[in-house]
């Protein structure tokens, strides 16, 4: 709780929404396969640390369909308690992702102080409620709910930071109008490969706003590609590119169609 994920998952859902905090990537795709939760809500990418591998990671082994996906601006708050000996900040908690965001601003405001990475923001904001020595990097909610002083504001190195959510679930969306496709595709190795995945997106005229490369684990020195695309699985243009890929390819998933994130 307090999280940008929950942030993100209440833009999406509304205030309304029911929300359980789980502590992996991992756990949210099990909750959602399994039927604990009817929808999951995973960071795949930043703007300014780039992407999440173990998202991508989870879609490898999993079967459930990308429905939606949330853009929100993040904004690091530096916390501290009101147990908190300012000048006498011994470590630094926060989810690795956020130490990475405000390296620059650490480096200068508190160089040489110890950076302790944790499982989320939430989780750090929630350690230093009862520590003298201790400060957090989270958001505005997180202060608001482990009753926490923020110290400085906007700590981000890139004022533009932004992080992309995506949402899962066991059903797919429905088609909008404005949609993004995410695929999945493993590839043959071969000289070649990945133009004769490309080539069918230029001549069928789809713009691509993603590819990224991870391995194909066991095998060794073997990938696959995830690739967003603008467009949705019906339209007939990516209907006739995904046709010309497939006997290319080992596989070719589609991990879902939804409608283009609105900031």
């Known amino acids: 709780e307090g999280t940008y994920t929950q942030a993100a998952a209440i833009k999406h859902f509304g205030q309304d929404a029911i929300t359980k905090p789980i502590t992996t990537i991992e756990e949210v795709f099990r909750e959602v396969e399994s039927g604990s939760a009817h929808y999951g809500v995973v960071p795949v990418e930043n703007s300014s ?4 591998n173990h998202t991508l990671d989870c879609f490898k082994t999993s079967h459930l369909h990308v429905i939606g996906e949330v853009e929100l601006p993040i904004h690091h708050q530096f916390l501290v308690s009101k147990n908190t000996r300012r000048d006498s900040i011994k470590q630094i908690y926060a989810h690795q992702q956020a130490l990475a965001q405000c390296r620059n601003w650490l480096d200068t405001h508190y160089p040489g102080v110890e950076r302790v990475a944790l499982s989320s ?56 109008g404005q949609d993004k496709t995410s695929l999945l595709i493993a590839a043959h190795d071969k000289a070649g490969a990945l133009l004769e995945i490309l080539q069918p997106f230029a001549q069928h005229q789809i713009t691509l706003t993603s590819i990224e490369t991870r391995p194909a684990v066991p095998e060794k020195w073997a990938y696959v590609f995830f690739i967003d695309l603008k467009g949705h699985i019906d339209d007939e243009n990516v209907i006739a590119a995904l046709n010309d890929i497939r006997p ?11 409608p283009i994130a609105v900031l």
């Open 49 to 52: 640390e780039g992407i999440v």
């Open 121 to 176: 923001n939430a989780e750090a904001a929630r350690r230093i409620r009862n520590e003298w020595h201790s400060a957090a990097i989270a958001g505005d909610v997180a202060a608001q709910i482990y009753d926490l002083d923020i110290l400085h504001t906007n700590i981000e190195d890139n004022t533009e930071n932004t992080t992309r959510f995506l949402v899962i679930g066991r059903e797919k969306a429905a088609r909008s």
């Open 248 to 258: 290319h390819v080992k596989e070719l998933r589609v991990l879902g169609s939804y």
